[in-house]
């Protein structure tokens, strides 16, 4: 995970949406052509509705990441070993009980967002 750099969204309108599990942020159409960079276990290019199950339209701020390793932010945001690209503040939503199925699967880290 993280060598090459993940899709720039290609729009940032309405149609952006976040990954759940690493948070990154790319147009709809984008998850469905090449899922996600960070989560290819989700495999959302092969299942297109499973798109709307591990990302969420809703999520707070964007930040770009050049180089998630040497960056502070990234540290702090817990992103520092995902692929370059745009990735969100935050995320409100839960993943999905059977996505972090997934997740325990194929042994990647799942934190799930802070409840306030």
């Known amino acids: 995970m993280g060598e090459a750099p993940a899709q720039i969204p290609t729009s940032f309108g309405h149609e952006l949406r ?19 960079e960070n989560c290819p276990f989700f495999k959302m290019e092969d299942d297109h509705e499973r798109i709307v ?3 969420t339209p809703n999520f707070n701020g964007i930040i770009s990441m050049m180089d998630p390793r040497r ?7 817990r992103i520092g070993k995902f692929a370059p690209g745009c990735y969100t503040l935050a995320v ?7 996505m972090q ?4 699967e194929v042994q990647v880290q799942y934190v799930p967002p802070k409840r306030i």
Do not use: H, M, N
């Not at 960056?71 to 945001?77: D, T, V």
């Not at 199925?101 to 325990?104: E, G, L, N, R, V």
């Open 101 to 104: 199925f997934i997740c325990q």
């Open 53 to 55: 199950d591990v990302t």
């Open 18 to 36: 976040a990954c759940l599990r690493c948070r990154l942020v790319k147009t709809y159409d984008q998850f469905r052509d090449s899922g996600c």
């Open 92 to 98: 409100s939503e839960a993943l999905p009980e059977e």
């Open 71 to 77: 960056s502070w932010a990234a540290r702090w945001l």
